[in-house]
């Protein structure tokens, strides 16, 4: 069964700077796509950053300059390294993987890793 298993969230003041990693297990395949989400309170899940297996990175414009996003293919292991954080930074943030095949998509999730950011 595959699973994802985020680690590195925690309370952190406005400029400060947090690392999130995320370790997949329970897979003998690479992912095509490895990413973070977040999710505020009240708001819906959103775009934070994606890596694919050759290294194309794609981020939201909010974190653009602030975030840098990197794989480790052989660990299959994502990683998200936010620094200047802002109060709007503060949500759970979920790893995302996509392995795309002949006969379809699939996707998982972890269980989100709460990140707060105080001002």
């Known amino acids: 069964q595959v699973q994802l298993r985020e680690s590195g969230g925690g309370l952190v003041q406005a400029g400060g700077s947090l690392r999130l990693s995320c370790a997949a297990s329970?897979?003998?395949?690479?992912?095509?796509?490895m990413g973070w989400y977040r999710q505020a309170p009240g708001k819906q899940r959103e775009l934070a950053a994606t890596i694919t297996s050759g290294g194309s990175t794609n981020s939201a414009d909010s974190v653009k300059g602030r975030f840098t996003i990197s794989r480790d293919n052989a660990e299959n292991t994502v990683y998200l390294q936010m620094n200047e954080l802002k109060p709007e930074d503060t949500a759970v943030y979920y790893c995302n993987a996509v392995r795309i095949t002949t006969w379809g998509n699939f996707e998982y999730w972890g269980q989100g890793t709460q990140v707060t950011v105080s001002s």
């Open positions: 329970g897979i003998i395949f690479s992912f095509n796509t």
